[in-house]
């Protein structure tokens, strides 16, 4: 035998080797760009749904257009305890059973009212301190910082303060010959 000939299978036989811990079959990945958080593809993809609910485009951009999940997901990331990340990682992957166990369906399969009612309803739920309570109460605190982080990141959008709202870094200038009726109020709406 040639020794570069074994030299060269050698070399592409531990090449390969040194590949295969990064080849992953595993059906759902663990999002690497939130170091705190256990969030897999199918979570964000059921956030970015359930914030959508909460804001749907319409005549403007909506939350999904807006990127609002990953605003979301960096939020939880960067600002809560460990402790409050831990009760919002629990709250959701506890929603897909719990919209499971009350519609009968997936959320996605659901209609737009059903989504509407499902997270008003999940949101007035009630724990103890049995297990189905901490879920529920997880459930709860996940919908409530959903809600939260949603609003805020659609109105901290550079999208919603230079388009909808007309942002100015200084409040604008002093005229005292303006009537205050004839002062035009800013176009929340579009």
Do not use: W
């Not at 309803?121 to 910082?145: C, H, P, Q, T, W």
């Amino acid at each position: 035998m040639n020794r570069r000939h074994a030299l060269r299978h050698i070399a592409l036989i531990s090449g390969g080797l040194a590949l295969i811990p990064s080849c992953d079959f595993s059906k759902d990945d663990i999002l690497a760009a939130y170091k705190n958080l256990k969030v897999t593809a199918s979570q964000k993809a059921l956030l970015a749904a359930i914030s959508d609910t909460i804001i749907p485009a319409g005549e403007i951009k909506g939350a999904l257009d807006l990127e609002v999940p990953d605003f979301i997901l960096v939020m939880v990331n960067d600002c809560f305890t460990k402790e409050n990340q831990e009760k919002f990682t629990a709250g959701l992957t506890a929603f897909p059973d719990y919209v499971k166990e009350s519609k009968g369906k997936k959320y996605n399969e659901l209609s737009t009212k059903e989504k509407e009612q499902l997270i008003l309803d999940a949101a007035k739920l009630e724990g103890d301190d049995s297990e189905e309570g901490k879920r529920k109460a997880a459930i709860v605190y996940f919908l409530n910082s959903t809600k939260r982080f949603t609003i805020q990141g659609y109105m901290a959008s550079e999208y919603i303060q230079t388009e909808i709202i007309p942002y100015s870094l200084i409040p604008g200038e002093y005229n005292g010959a303006v009537l205050i009726t004839d002062l035009q109020k800013p176009r929340i709406n579009g």
